[in-house]
């Protein structure tokens, strides 16, 4: 063999180990638990990295395995179950309840008739009693129930609304009738609580239309029906004395009605006892609650 052919053959060589030693130096150190990805992971689509301003890029290994939190995530299309609750249409209302809590922060004594056609006048709405033990005026207290009376004749699929839901308004007795008339309301329930000048009185009772008021006779039979049944139920829901049902033939806010109305005393202010109970929160839910059994039972009945 010649110095030549010698020559190249070591150059050939020498080449050679020096290829090997390079490539071995820059294979990826994967550590052995990357190595072995579950099949799932490695058939997966490997989302195109942009290469950073460092020029760095992810390995297609490194990338299959990387955290994806940064990346924006694709809008999940709604479940069968979703779709079909959004379908579902929202369910009936048993009826439209007309609450009227009664009297507002002040009191306006202009007058106004106390039935159509009457000669007869009121003033249009007065501020109401208050309460001897807790100061509170009456027409706080009677809100405070209404509004808890509202949710509980929700939850029972009646449909409410109200004369007020705050104090500062100007709405004469006559005016609150025609509210409910106005909506064809059902049944319209008149909140208030009593006062007396002897601090024994206590109870509470149930007022309707006097059947002897012209203005009002289409609707009595029902009005008294309907107090009746939240008469017992208030028996029922509550520790309280009863003072019965009483026909009234003088309130203006009864014989401008032309939908079944009742009106109910919860109970006496003007008794130190009575009042400071009637302020207490689990008393007012009790109250708020028998009262709308009262009238849950009053429409069932009404329908069959």
């Given amino acids: 063999m010649s110095k030549l052919q010698t020559s190249v053959i070591a150059a050939l060589l020498a080449f050679g180990a020096v290829s090997l030693v390079i490539a071995y130096t820059q294979a990826p150190n994967v550590p052995s638990s990357d190595s072995a990805l579950q099949p799932a992971a490695q058939t997966e689509t490997v989302p195109s990295v942009v290469p950073s301003s ?44 007309y609450l009227d809590p009664g009297h507002q922060r002040k009191g306006n004594a202009q007058q106004e008739p106390v039935s159509p056609g009457s000669r007869e006048t009121k003033a249009r709405v007065t501020g109401g009693t208050r309460g001897v033990a807790t100061g509170k005026p009456e027409y706080v207290l009677n809100l405070e ?42 049944l319209a329930v008149r909140i208030h609580a009593d006062g007396n000048d002897s601090p024994k009185a206590k109870g509470f009772s149930v007022l309707y239309p006097d059947a002897g008021v012209r203005s009002t006779q289409s609707i009595q039979p029902a009005s008294q029906m309907a ?78």
């Fill in 227 to 304: 107090a009746a049944a939240i008469l017992e139920a208030l028996k029922a829901g509550t520790d309280a004395a009863s003072r019965g049902m009483v026909a009234r033939s003088d309130l203006s806010g009864f014989n401008w009605s032309k939908v079944p109305v009742v009106l109910i005393e919860l109970g006496f202010m003007t008794n130190p006892t009575e009042d400071k109970q009637l302020s207490e929160p689990e008393y007012q839910q009790q109250l708020a609650d028998a009262i709308a059994d009262g009238i849950d039972s009053y429409m069932k009945n009404k329908q069959d």
């Fill in 145 to 186: 129930v209404s509004l808890l009376l509202k949710e509980s004749l929700i939850a029972r699929g009646f449909e409410v609304q109200m004369t007020r839901e705050d104090h500062d308004v100007d709405i004469s007795n006559a005016e609150r009738a025609e509210m409910a008339n106005a909506v064809n309301a059902q």
């Fill in 54 to 97: 460092t020029g760095a890029s992810l390995t297609t290994s490194e990338s299959a395995i990387a955290p994806q939190s940064s990346q924006a995530q694709p809008a999940q299309a709604p479940t069968p179950e979703a779709s079909a609750a959004e379908a579902v249409p929202a369910s009936v209302s048993r009826g439209l309840i």
